[in-house]
C-alpha cells in the first residue's frame, strides 16, 4: 500500500505501547529492548490534593507532587489512568524540570514563576498518555483533575528504558514558629481594660475561670458573630487544656491576655487566605493558611483535618480555623515535650497514651 493511499484511508493512528509483562511473554520479544516501569497509585481529595489543572494558580500546588530522577537522556511515557470510570473526570498532567532534588513539595509560587516542560492533553478518557524525550534533569510530574475539588483515584506509571527514580514528595510534620501570641508586658490600658473587667466578673477567687465561663467571656468581648464563631464550648475546652499548666482546668488573666492576642494574629491570617467570600475559608486554602501559623503537616494528617473541620459547603468559619490551631498547638506541644532526646518517635504507655489523646 502506497502512503498516499494509507493516508486517504486512514485518519488516526494509534500506537500501542508493550509493556514488559507482555514483552516477557512473547518470544520474539526476548531480544527487543524493554521498557522500565515506575508506578505510584494515589487520588485526588477535595480540600487536599484536588487542586485542578495550572488555571487554578492558587490550588494548583497542592496537587500530588511526583519526583522523578533522571540520570541520562531518555525517551519516556508516562501514563495516567483515572480510576473512575461511571463518572469519569477531566484529566492531564503537567512536568516541571527542577535544578536538584527536593525533600519537600515545591510552593505556590514556583509554579507561578517557573514554566512547565510538558503538558498533556485534558480529557475525560480512562487514560492520558504522553511520550516524550527527556534530559537528564530531575523533574516534577504534577497529574490533576482540571477542575478543582473533582474527586478521583488514579495511577501514574511511567515508562523508560534506563534507570529511573520515582518517589511522591510530602512535607514532614514541622512547626516552625510557636501559634500562640504572647501578650507584650506592657500592653495598652484600653486594649484589655474592658475585658479585664468582664473577667474578674467572672472568675473565682483565684482570679482564674473554666471553659464555660471562657465562653461566656469570650461570647461578651468578641466584636461580631464572625469571630464568636470560635466561643463554641468545644473551642473553650481545647483552649484551657492548651493554655492550663497546672492541671485545674482553669485560665488566669494572663492567660486571656495571650489568647486574645493570639486570636488577633489568627484572624489576621484568616482574613488574607479567606478571598472569596468574606468570613470563611476556602478547604484548599487552609494548608497555606496553617503554614502561616507555624505549622507544615503531611498529606495524610492535612487530609485528616480537612475531613474533621470542612463544613458541606467545602469552607471553614473561623472557629474551625481556631480548633484546628488548638489542636496542632497541643499535639506539637506534647510530641516535644516528651521528646526529650529530640529523635524521630517516642515511646509511652496506654495510660500516657490515652491521656495525651484527650488532652489533644
Avoid at 509483562?21 to 487536599?48: I, N, S, Y
Wanted: glycine share 4%.
Amino acid at each position: 500500500m502506497l502512503f498516499t493511499e494509507f493516508q486517504r484511508i486512514f485518519t488516526r493512528i494509534e500506537v500501542v505501547h508493550l509493556d514488559s509483562e507482555t514483552c516477557r511473554a512473547e518470544p520474539f520479544l526476548a531480544d527487543k529492548l524493554k521498557w522500565q516501569m515506575k508506578m505510584h497509585q494515589a487520588g485526588w481529595k477535595r480540600g487536599v490534593s484536588a487542586g485542578g489543572c495550572r488555571n487554578y494558580v492558587h490550588f494548583f500546588h497542592t496537587n500530588p507532587q511526583i519526583q522523578i530522577v533522571l540520570t541520562e537522556p531518555d525517551t519516556v511515557i508516562i501514563s495516567l489512568n483515572q480510576h473512575c470510570i461511571m463518572e469519569p473526570k477531566v484529566i492531564g498532567f503537567s512536568i516541571y524540570k527542577i535544578p536538584t532534588p527536593l525533600t519537600e513539595t515545591a510552593k505556590a509560587l514556583f509554579f507561578r514563576r517557573v514554566k512547565s516542560t510538558i503538558n498533556s492533553q485534558y480529557t475525560n478518557s480512562r487514560q492520558v498518555t504522553h511520550r516524550s524525550r527527556l534530559e537528564g534533569s530531575v523533574y516534577i510530574v504534577m497529574p490533576t483533575t482540571f477542575e478543582p475539588r473533582d474527586e478521583a483515584n488514579f495511577t501514574l506509571r511511567i515508562f523508560s528504558s534506563k534507570p529511573i527514580k520515582m518517589k511522591l514528595l510530602d512535607n514532614p510534620p514541622k512547626m516552625t514558629k510557636t501559634a500562640l501570641v504572647k501578650a507584650p508586658p506592657v500592653v495598652e490600658v484600653n486594649t484589655f481594660k474592658q475585658y479585664e473587667a468582664v473577667f474578674l466578673q467572672l472568675a473565682d477567687e483565684h482570679k482564674t475561670i473554666d471553659p464555660f465561663e471562657l465562653q461566656e467571656l469570650l461570647d461578651a468581648c468578641l466584636p461580631n458573630d464572625y469571630i464568636k464563631s470560635c466561643a463554641s464550648i468545644d473551642t473553650c475546652r481545647q483552649i484551657v487544656l492548651s493554655l492550663d499548666k497546672k492541671g485545674t482546668g482553669r485560665i488566669a488573666l494572663s492567660d486571656f491576655k495571650d489568647l486574645m492576642c493570639s486570636l488577633k494574629h489568627w484572624q489576621l491570617v484568616f482574613r488574607t487566605h479567606a478571598r472569596e467570600k468574606m468570613g470563611v475559608l476556602r478547604a484548599e486554602r487552609f494548608r497555606d493558611a496553617l503554614r502561616d501559623v507555624g505549622f507544615i503537616v503531611p498529606e495524610k494528617v492535612m487530609n485528616l483535618l480537612v475531613l474533621r473541620y470542612m463544613r458541606k459547603d467545602g469552607m471553614l468559619r473561623f472557629g474551625d480555623f481556631v480548633s484546628a490551631v488548638m489542636h496542632l498547638h497541643r499535639a506539637f506541644e506534647i510530641f516535644h515535650k516528651s521528646n526529650s532526646l529530640r529523635t524521630e518517635g517516642v515511646q509511652m504507655n496506654l495510660t500516657e497514651w490515652l491521656k495525651n489523646a484527650f488532652m489533644c
